[in-house]
């Protein structure tokens, strides 16, 4: 039981040695990349205009781009939020309350806090 402590020194040293062989051969890092070219300028005329209405207890958030109605978001006073989406542009709205309309999924309140 007495080698296994001078045994264990030993293979440290083998260790410590190939460790060091190994470091020996080290490569410079590549040089850092340009930075990316400069973003397109900010242009206002891409960002939704967002009016927020209050219609007898619900609230009603209507979604525009360029003056065009695409996306609108009821909030009940007494229920589920749910959207109202035109998808072709065409003037139909379809309404959406989980992400996908073809999927009409259970939304129980269990509980809140």
Known sequence: MRRTPA?????ALLAASAVAQTQTNLQPLPAVPPPPPDMAPFDAALEPQ?????????TVEEHRINGKLYRVKVTPADGIPYWLIDRQGDG??????MGNHDVSV???VIGTF
């Open 92 to 97: 139909n709205f379809t309404q959406e309350t």
């Open 50 to 58: 967002v009016t927020i209405k209050k219609r007898e207890g619900d």
């Open 7 to 11: 045994l264990f020194a030993v293979l």
């Open 106 to 108: 259970p939304q129980w």
